[in-house]
């Protein structure tokens, strides 16, 4: 199963972008999905998670800038990102499928896409 992202890049801060992760099969349709995130220097940390219900939880940092959204039929989970901050710089990942119930636990997943990069200059 393969997890294909898109849509990272360079942007100013206060600027938007929007990441779409793509599933190369429906094996995710029941399962949560979510982006994490790593800076450097930094641990990976958690962005935003979307239940298959469609229950949604968030990092602290972007709550009320961030969205992240799922089209089942698709196979795709999105996340909107809005008033980006430099802070936000860092590659973007995208998981699915968790194990157990931590869904916000990145070790809870073993489905990783390949990373984008997101780069928010001052």
């Known amino acids: 199963v393969l997890l294909v992202e898109a849509g990272g890049g360079l942007v100013q801060a206060g600027g938007s972008l929007r990441l779409s992760c793509a599933a190369s099969?429906?094996?995710?349709?029941?399962?949560?999905m979510g982006w994490f995130r790593h800076a450097s220097g930094k641990e990976r940390e958690v962005v935003a998670v979307?239940?298959?219900?469609?229950?949604?939880y968030y990092g602290d940092s972007v709550k009320g800038r961030f969205t992240i959204s799922r089209d089942n039929v698709k196979n795709t989970v999105y996340l909107q990102m809005n008033n980006l901050k430099p802070e936000d710089t860092a590659v973007y990942y995208c998981?699915?499928?968790?194990?157990?119930?931590?869904?916000?636990?990145?070790?809870?997943?073993?489905?990783w896409g390949q990373g984008t990069q997101v780069t928010v200059s001052s």
């Open positions: 998981a699915a499928g968790p194990r157990g119930f931590q869904i916000r636990n990145p070790n809870e997943y073993d489905y």
């Open positions: 099969s429906r094996t995710f349709s029941n399962a949560a």
């Open positions: 979307i239940t298959w219900k469609g229950d949604q």
